[in-house]
């Protein structure tokens, strides 16, 4: 068959899809970088310099109380005037101890921030990787390319604007973006970092897109809760399951049921923690539909263990006759040498059941055993291999 030639010209001409960077901040940690926000545009400040530092120093105080703050940060935000930022954060009530702007450039100076300290009513109650990740996400948002070198205004104003658009990059000014904020905006769209400004409305630029924080109305949220709320539970974890829970869920079963029970849970050979074992039989897992890699995968295997299904039946037809039940999906994996990942484990058993090689009582664990193929193939349990011969 003669070879298809893609010449240049072809190849160019078809479109490639972009690749979007990701999003820097989850849902709930927008909610912390917007919240951030709101505490500084509260603040009696009187001048930009002052909110764009009061910024960097609150998201840092966070946590502690104190925020620590060198020289070299200060020269980096590019203020126009940063002694009297430095003098109205002190007049708000902010303790600078230590010369911040003409001390040296490199010691940090630990500005301590009223409030910030209170286990209760904290202005921004928020956790280890929050702060770090709300952080990062402001000093991402202020040096980015389109307004790198911009006024400090602008670059606040960039913070506000990013911080409120949805995942589609779509949002409307806030009405708490302090005024010179508010009067830069044009220039977010002249510089690049506003796709589309209409009014109040805008949306980003792809380029930053990674900077939005994902804003969602309280409808939104609301209705996010309200699904998450009508999810069933979690399973609990093996050590969550009581004794007395697990002889409770025992004695409503059937006798069979219950002899099978005992065999896994008194096996000599697999010595099965009590929580393991309540888990399997109280809380099986659900089927779910394998994704479009694990079939991938699957093919890429079937073809070369060729002898799967015989493997399988024999392991489960010995493993039963030496431990008294059937092996779990890891242990029939496990000694028949076979490292799968979890999910392509049980689609490889669901495969070999399937071509009945093998058989279970499902959702019932620990029940595999060979299947009417491998009877017919003479691999069988005693029991089975009577039926096969009658």
């Not at 479109?15 to 990701?22: D, E, F, K, S």
């Not at 109205?88 to 450039?105: I, N």
């Not at 099965?272 to 074992?277: A, I, L, Q």
Request: charge should be positive.
């Amino acid at each position: 068959m003669p070879k298809t030639v893609i010449s240049q010209e072809t190849a160019a001409s078809k479109p490639v899809a972009p690749i979007l960077p990701p999003f820097l901040l989850t849902n709930g940690q927008g909610e912390a970088a917007r919240a951030l926000l709101s505490y500084v545009a509260g603040l009696p400040l009187g001048s930009v310099d002052a909110q764009f530092l009061a910024v960097v120093v609150a998201i840092r105080a966070a946590r502690g109380g104190v925020g620590n703050v060198t020289g070299t940060d200060v020269r980096s935000l590019r203020l126009e005037d940063p002694r009297r930022a430095v003098a109205d954060l002190e007049a708000t009530g902010w303790e600078v101890p230590g010369p911040l702007v003409d001390g040296e450039q490199d010691v940090p100076v630990g500005i301590r921030v009223p409030g910030m300290n209170r286990e209760a009513d904290h202005p921004l109650p928020l956790g280890k990787g929050t702060r770090s990740r709300v952080s990062g996400w402001a000093m991402r948002a202020r040096i980015a390319k389109p307004v790198k070198k911009a006024s400090p205004a602008i670059r606040l104003a960039a913070l506000f604007l990013a911080a409120h658009s949805t995942s589609e990059l779509h949002g409307r000014i806030p009405g708490h973006l302090p005024e010179a904020c508010r009067a830069a905006v044009p220039e977010l769209a002249a510089k690049g970092f506003l796709a589309e400004l209409s009014g109040d409305a805008y949306r980003l630029d792809p380029l930053v897109r990674h900077l939005a924080g994902r804003f969602r109305t309280s409808e939104e949220i609301a209705e996010e809760a309200r699904v998450e709320a009508s999810r069933l539970p979690a399973d609990p974890e093996p050590d969550q399951i009581t004794p007395a829970a697990w002889d409770a869920w025992k004695s409503g079963t059937s006798p069979a049921l219950r002899r099978h029970v005992e065999a896994v849970e008194q096996c000599p050979l697999c010595r099965f923690p009590m929580g393991r074992v309540a888990k399997a039989f109280m809380y099986p897992p659900a089927d779910i539909p394998a994704p479009r890699s694990v079939l991938t995968a699957y093919d890429a295997w079937e073809d070369g263990h060729p002898d799967r299904g015989p493997q399988a039946a024999g392991f489960a037809a010995d493993f039963r006759a030496e431990h008294g039940h059937g092996p779990s999906y890891g242990q029939l994996c496990k000694g028949l040498g076979w490292k799968l990942s979890r999910s392509l484990r049980g689609f490889v058993v669901h495969r070999i059941v399937a071509e009945d090689w093998l058989t279970d009582t499902s959702p019932v664990p620990w029940t595999l055993r060979p299947g009417r193929v491998a009877q017919a193939h003479g691999i069988a349990l005693p029991g089975q291999a009577a039926r096969t011969t009658r």
